[in-house]
């Protein structure tokens, strides 16, 4: 039974993924804290110190060592989790790697934020975003409620059995992070239930069944057949993901997909963004609908594995698509998003424009004025005869 009647808290998104981890209370938590994720597992270890909690907290001395401890955690047959953010996920990079080729089932909320240099320490997707083909199942949260509700369906997904893949969940640093929102929970209960006990495979601490962990696999080995291995279970990740999200509806009564549309059904422009500048571009399509403008919205929310065909389906009858990025693929035609989205949409007839924009680096603000100039290029766009330059287009950006 669904729990709509549950009480509204007012949380940070930090505060939200804290009480999520307590829920789950796994048997491990290995991390380091890093602005703007610090929050979230100094709330935890303090309900480790309190005894609300059975896991044992590891607190290392950089990134880089809790992704190792995390690894070594999972691999001797734990339910592990951890939090970080910008030049920390940087600096746990090569050891991400390894956690995702070992097929282990950790679950990790990164905090976006932009990486140095210069020196920066708010909001864009630079840090995940770069780390999107390291092998990791990547959902991308809107809210405080999402931060809450992707960190328990994080655990189904990573531990499912077609899957065994792990699995980092995000949102908005200090956006979300540091705001304060509304939250409905679950009961401990209906989020142990939810999630069920955790299944070890081929634990190396199982000592009557021995394994060998982290081998070399050279040149006549089966390195390359253990990588496609990894992508296919990626490739299943997407069944897996809806019928998780559906199962968790039934019990929370919050629906969710492996991407979110808005009065995109007869849109004929429409932008797809990611996080929590979605609320701002759902206001500003619900304003161009009042002035009768057919504008819609799609906001990302499975990014790896990335639903392509889903996508393609969605906006197949809108004529200009605008994407809305919020880190820049330096060297790249636009940003991740944009380039997913235009190889999504290559084999659609016909085949909708896509234009790329960039926006908020760095914590730059974004008003819904920046995103109706977007929704006005893409209006003029679709009433041109001709193709429209594809050429990143920077909203919010200073002049010269």
């Known amino acids: 039974m669904a729990t709509t009647d549950s009480e509204i808290l007012a949380v940070t998104g930090n505060e939200a993924v804290a009480e999520a981890m307590g829920q789950i209370d796994p048997e491990v938590v290995c991390a380091y804290p890093i602005t703007p994720a610090t929050e979230i597992v100094q709330i935890y270890a303090q309900m480790v110190a309190d005894g609300k909690v059975g896991t044992e907290f590891v607190a290392v001395e950089s990134e880089h060592s809790a992704m190792s401890a995390v690894i070594g955690s999972a691999a001797g047959g ?51 975003m770069g780390g999107r083909d390291t092998g990791w199942i990547q959902l991308y949260g809107e809210n405080h409620q999402e931060a809450y509700d992707n960190c328990i369906q994080a655990i189904r997904i990573a531990e499912h ?110 932008i797809v963004v990611v996080g929590s500048t979605a609320g701002t571009t759902r206001t500003t399509v619900d304003k161009l609908r009042a002035r009768g403008v057919k504008a819609g919205m799609v906001r990302v929310r499975a990014f790896r594995p990335f639903p392509h065909t889903a996508y393609a389906k969605a906006l197949e009858h809108v004529k200009v698509v605008g994407v809305m990025d919020r880190a820049d693929s330096c060297g790249a035609q636009g940003g991740p998003v944009f380039l997913e989205i235009r190889a999504a949409l290559y084999d659609s007839d016909p085949q909708p424009q896509i234009l790329p924009f960039l926006y908020g680096l760095g914590g730059r603000d974004i008003y819904p004025d920046n995103i109706e100039q977007a929704f006005a290029v893409l209006q003029k766009a679709a009433q041109s005869k001709k193709r429209t330059s594809t050429e990143r287009r920077y909203l919010n950006l200073r002049k010269d």
């Open 161 to 270: 059995m077609d899957v065994r893949t792990p699995t980092m969940q995000m949102y908005d640093g200090y956006v979300i992070s540091g705001a304060v929102g509304p939250l409905r929970m679950l009961t401990k209960e209906q989020v142990q239930q939810f999630i069920g006990p955790y299944r070890a495979i081929n634990p190396i601490l199982d000592t009557k069944h021995p394994v060998t962990v982290g081998p070399f696999d050279g040149l006549h080995g089966w390195f390359f057949e253990h990588k496609v291995a990894q992508n296919r279970a990626m490739d299943r990740a997407l069944t897996v993901i809806q019928d998780v999200a559906d199962e968790y509806a039934e019990i929370s009564g919050r629906q969710y997909g492996l991407l979110d549309p808005y009065r995109l059904h007869d849109a004929e422009i429409a």
């Open 78 to 128: 734990a339910r592990t989790m951890t939090a970080t953010s910008s030049q920390g996920f940087a600096l746990m990079w090569e050891v991400l790697y390894v956690a995702a080729s070992y097929r282990l089932p950790i679950v990790m909320t990164t905090v976006n934020r932009a990486l140095s240099g210069p020196i920066n320490i708010h909001c864009d997707h630079s840090d995940t």
